[in-house]
């Protein structure tokens, strides 16, 4: 049977690293890949999924619009699995697509993203995917003090810890820091 996995985690745990690494042991044994990210702030068509220590593979975008089934049905003939970065960003709807592609169209489907903002909420794409994936992985990461990190601040040009505004900053100069729950309560004053 075919699965929806969700492998979520805080951020800079090298989430994009392991997808990268799992679609090319597909390719190496000769079975296709789709590999999916979200836009954002470019228009949808191609992307890129790129990781920290230096590799990268071009990849179709989705935005809001995007009805993932459709996109993944049209290319499932050489498609022995499908990868999704910024899983965070699907809308619940999405990921009800998603776990269509799994159960009708018989391909398993990776899910990579966040499971918390900076506020410490969950994103819409990781609260579907918490409750509709077969498979759940935790991608851990360490906070400056060694425990494993689960919580996210975003800190601005000057060091300091947001704690308010939009979920998703494109463009910014802020920077973003992975830390346990008790530095993040430090941390946003919480
Ligand atoms: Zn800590």
């Given at each position: 049977m075919a699965k929806l996995y969700f492998h979520y985690s805080t951020m800079n745990a090298g989430k994009s690293t392991l997808l990268l690494q799992a679609s090319y042991n597909y390719r190496e044994r000769g079975m296709g890949t789709l590999l999916l990210t979200a836009a954002l702030d470019r228009r949808a068509g191609q992307g890129r999924i790129a990781s920290r220590i230096g590799i990268g593979e071009d990849a179709l975008t989705f935005d809001e619009a995007t009805d993932m089934f459709a996109l993944i049905q049209d290319r499932?003939?050489?498609?022995a699995c499908v990868f999704v970065d910024?899983?965070?960003?699907?809308s619940s709807a999405q990921v009800w697509q998603l776990a269509r592609v799994a159960d009708d169209l018989r391909i398993p489907v990776m899910c990579y993203g966040l499971r918390v903002d900076f506020r410490g909420e969950l994103f819409p794409g990781s609260a579907a995917l918490l409750a509709l994936a077969d498979d759940l992985r935790e991608v851990r990461t360490i906070c400056h003090c060694g425990k494993k990190a689960t919580m996210v601040i975003r800190r601005d040009e000057q060091g300091r810890a947001i704690t308010?505004?939009?979920q998703v900053q494109v463009g910014g100069n802020e920077t973003y820091v992975s830390l346990c729950r008790r530095h993040w309560r430090e941390a946003t004053g919480n």
């Open positions: 499932a003939a050489d498609c910024e899983a965070q960003f699907l308010q505004g939009a």
